[in-house]
């Protein structure tokens, strides 16, 4: 593990910076707090600059220089607007809470006092009442119905054997208190059939067989309720537009600060509107529209306000490219009819750069010397010089856009900057001491590109003499331990070993001699042949041949090594159990003179019975 106490490393914060590092941000947050100051708002101003370049610098800039008055002087405030953070979030709703929040910090308003304004439209509460009632059945109101006549039955069977009434009124008081009991029996019975009796409705639709009493008697059920609904939902653009102008009118004009507001000026700044989604964008920028529409009666105070919006010109194209095979075509239109004032954030000169990077790399490295962080540049400005193809390129995007892809990395914006080190910081993390710095810088430019050691379009850099010259030695073993994540000898072998066999079966010695320069080669070639070389003698043993002519040109003295006597014995045994052989090729010609060269005589006398056996194509 590497020792961090010896060799630090540090990572970089990517929040916007307060400071001009570049001395260019801070004349364009000065002219725009000039054009803030002396000219009449309600307009909108755009700040232009690629991703990355500085435009939530100016803003942090413009925050710090904006004049703050006191005792009737002009107060400028600039409240920032982070779309990106609030992505996802009811936009107007939390736009509204923020801003309240920023005025009420700079003493220009009362939370308090808006409170009610914003609970009224981020809780909104629904009342539902309900009222059911309990209904009876017919059948139930016939059955409480033949109940009232138990009573005076009963008094009329009490009536039985006096000589007061007639003889059949007992009678008759008997069949009144068995009523209830008949109806409850003709209930019972009437569940079976299939229609009711005397056309009585049947309750709630059920079937007659699944009907129970209690379903018979007692209907449906109504039952009173109050239910109270919280809602959350973005308040509607009406809504929004006239809370936001009604809190713009008390701070800025006509309101409880009418004597205040004439000295204040207030800047609205959106943030980071080429980081969100293109849902979340088109919604930022239709509600950037409620700022500066107002109606007549209210020109007064919008003259004290203005909306900043930095923007990346590729991000509004973006916009719309989903839908629209003229994204271009519509950005700059529709950028014209938004914005009245427009500044540029151009991207640093060389030299700028250069200051930049080697300010950041004393702080994420601070063991290393300042030697060694301008070598680090100068192998950053050299790569970003040669045109590497990337994966995510094909011809016709490279065709549209090679020119804006060569600017950006030949002039590095500041981000791109900062996170070239944080990514250097990861990799310097893990091999400070072991592998040289120079080495983790090419592997972090080519990781950056989505290249990797093994890639074959990493060949033309790692093989540029003028690169490899700013580099170690053993770039290759390095680059290999770096993307195997090994110490750099295994690291190599694993990736070796695909190289060795391509050159074995290309026959190419001039490459299998660069190869047998490294560590771990005869070891490598071994593992390779043992692993192919019986799938070799199949067919007209092409490959086999082929191998033994790009071992024999090795130009590495290996004689006095078992593992090569090895590798040629496996060789020589494939050989000599192959059946055909291509003599029409020359190669292959080479490769079984190779074989017999210095070989067993029963193997040389095997061999040529075997050759001479295979018929001539």
Avoid at 114 to 136: C, E, F, K, P, Y
Avoid at 237 to 258: I, M, N, W, Y
Avoid at 606 to 611: E, K, M, S
Wanted: proline residues 6%.
């Amino acid at each position: 593990m590497p020792d961090h106490s010896v060799c630090p490393t540090r990572l970089l914060d990517d929040a916007p910076t307060d400071r001009d590092e570049f001395g260019s941000h801070e004349p364009v947050a000065e002219a725009i707090r000039d054009l803030v100051v002396h000219e009449q708002g309600g307009r909108a101003i755009g700040l232009a600059g690629s991703w990355g370049s500085g435009k939530s610098t100016v803003v942090r800039l413009l925050q710090q220089i904006a004049p703050r008055g006191a005792d009737g002087q002009l107060d400028v405030r600039v409240i920032e607007f982070d779309a990106w953070a609030h992505q996802g979030d009811p936009l107007r709703r939390t736009f509204l809470e923020q801003l309240v929040s920023a005025l009420s910090d700079c003493g220009w308003t009362s939370a308090q006092a808006w409170a009610g304004d914003l609970q009224a439209l981020a809780r909104r509460v629904s009342i539902q009442d309900q009222t059911n009632t309990s209904v009876l059945t017919p059948q139930a109101k016939c059955l409480v119905g033949s109940s009232l006549f138990v009573p005076l039955g009963l008094a009329l069977v009490s009536t039985f054997g006096t000589d007061t009434v007639s003889a059949w009124w007992p009678w008759i008081g008997v069949i009144m208190a068995l009523l209830p009991a008949a109806a409850f029996v003709y209930l019972l019975a009437a569940r079976k059939w299939r229609t009711w009796p005397f056309n009585m409705p049947r309750p709630l639709g059920r079937d007659a067989a699944t009907e129970s009493l209690t379903a018979i008697l007692a209907g449906h059920t109504q039952v009173t309720t109050r239910s109270e609904t919280i809602q959350t939902a973005d308040p509607t653009s009406v809504e929004f537009q006239a809370l936001f102008r009604r809190l713009l009118r008390d701070v800025l004009g006509s309101g409880e600060s009418a004597g205040l507001g004439e000295k204040r000026r207030l800047v609205l700044a959106i943030d980071n509107l080429d980081r969100v989604g293109i849902t979340e964008g088109l919604s930022v920028w239709a509600t950037m529209r409620a700022f500066l529409e107002v109606p007549r009666k209210d020109q007064e105070w919008l003259k004290r306000l203005w909306v900043l919006v930095p923007y990346d010109h590729d991000g509004i194209a973006r916009l719309w490219r989903g839908e629209n095979s003229d994204a271009e075509q519509l950005a700059a239109p529709f950028l014209e009819k938004t914005f009245q004032v427009r500044f540029r954030i151009p991207r640093p000169v060389l030299s700028d750069a250069r200051a930049f990077m080697v300010r950041l790399l004393a702080e994420a490295m601070p063991k290393h010397p300042e030697a060694d962080r301008d070598h680090v540049y100068r192998i950053y400005e050299f790569y970003n010089s040669l045109p590497i193809p990337t994966p995510d390129q094909d011809s016709d995007r490279q065709a549209a856009g090679g020119e804006a892809a060569r600017a950006s990395k030949v002039y590095p914006t500041p981000r791109d900057i900062k996170m070239f080190v944080n990514d250097l910081g990861t990799v310097h993390r893990q091999w400070c001491g072991r592998i040289p710095l120079s080495d983790q810088v090419l592997f972090t430019l080519l990781i950056r590109d989505g290249l990797s050691p093994l890639d074959p379009r990493s060949m033309p850099v790692r093989g540029d003499s003028r690169l490899t010259s700013m580099t170690s030695g053993e770039l290759g073993q390095n680059l290999a331990g770096m993307h195997f994540n090994l110490e750099p000898t295994k690291a190599l072998q694993v990736y070796l070993a695909p190289l060795v066999l391509l050159a074995l079966t290309a026959a190419d010695s001039a490459g299998l001699s660069q190869y047998a320069k490294n560590v771990g080669f005869l070891d490598i070639c071994g593992h390779v042949i043992t692993a192919h070389v019986d799938s070799w003698r199949v067919g007209d043993s092409r490959d086999l041949a082929y191998a033994a002519v790009a071992l024999n040109g090795v130009d590495v003295a290996f004689d006095a090594d078992l593992r090569w006597h090895t590798i040629w014995r496996q060789l020589r045994t494939a050989a000599a159990r192959a059946t055909q052989w291509d003599i029409t090729d020359s190669v292959v010609v080479d490769g079984l003179t190779a074989l017999m060269d210095n070989a067993p005589a029963p193997f040389v006398e095997a061999l040529l019975t075997a050759v001479s056996a295979t018929p001539v194509k």
